[in-house]
């Protein structure tokens, strides 16, 4: 069968390669075409396009960029009428895929089936894609256990849960027995791949460093370069902070407990086995906890309690984003404490509802992809 592949930054490349590899095992007489990074490549097919060159975050990059985007999606189109996918495949990559891929599908690609794998975070906001998902999409592969019943009650109902590559990753950074061998004594800092992240978020956290006593590590994201942390960090607390490039897990996995910026970091922290702190600056301080409570559809910002379905992580955002309630939030985890025990517990709750799908998540998902066409 023929698959045409949509993401558009690196992570999608990694998921959408793995979904690759599996679909030719499933598959043998699979082709693809694709938009996509070098991992895809590797894997073989027609590059449409590189996802490396779509990789445009923020509002007002994107209204700049619209022009080289619009004329992007034209191209991808033509592509894909020449091709004739079997199946058109979206990862992530919502903005793009909504507004250039899954109209066109449905209007001028009848035959084929439209599939979501790791669909947009509709459940936190932007529900007004909910009827686009319903009626442009034959097929919805969730990667988080609560998407379904969310998707299910939204009238979505062809939607699966198929694993997460996440805890895949993590599962197998603890077998192969890596460390990061920089003692224990430490809080793990984690404060965003953003500029505007980091200059918010990580002030504050070394400030509750300096209060605890601690030496702390930064897991530096690769966006995070030393002259924007020179930048951020006057030269007594930068002499605080060791800063490490390229090895999150090693840092986290060692040490004492952590300072994380809301995300995918939250979820990684808690398979790594590392206590946390959620820790994420919005402006309007408390204005933005009142929105949150009563605008959005979720009760918690992390994935960590999202997924647990209760609270296990301390989510100090908004109005709760000060140094006086992260620090009180962090010191009982530093030592062995009723409240880091509850929250090791709580982990081992994310952990179970993680591994419910049996198998990989590429795998689960070519397999749902079969079954959809009838093998």
Known sequence: MKYFIVVGEAS?????????????????????????????????????HKSEDLAIMGFIPVVKNLGYLSETGRKVREKMLDFGPDVLICVDFSGFCFRYILPFAHDYLPLSKVVYYIPPKVWAWKKWRIPKLRELTDLVLCIFPFEVAFFKKEGVTKVGYVGNPTYETVTEYLSSGQSGNYGSDYVALLCGSRTGEVKTNLPTMVSVLRETGKRGILAAAPSVTDALIGEVLPPGDRALVKIVHGDTYGVVRGAKAALVTSGTATLETALLGTPQVVCYAVRGGAVANFVFDNFFSIPYISLVNLIAG???????????????????????????????????????????????????????????IGRLMGR
């Not at 998921?15 to 894997?43: C, T």
């Not at 179970?352 to 795998?363: N, R």
């Open 12 to 48: 999608g490349d990694l998921h959408a390669s793995r979904l690759m590899r599996a679909l030719k095992k499933e598959d043998p007489g699979a082709s693809f075409a694709f938009v996509g990074g070098p991992l895809m490549r590797a894997e073989g097919g027609l590059l449409v």
């Open 310 to 368: 209760q609270e296990v992580v301390p989510e100090m955002y908004g109005g709760l984003f000060t140094k006086k309630r992260i620090r009180k939030a962090l010191m009982p985890l530093l030592s062995d404490t009723s409240q880091r025990r509850e929250m090791l517990l709580g982990y081992d709750l994310v952990r179970a509802k993680l591994s419910a799908s049996g198998s990989s998540a590429s795998l689960n998902a070519a397999l749902a």
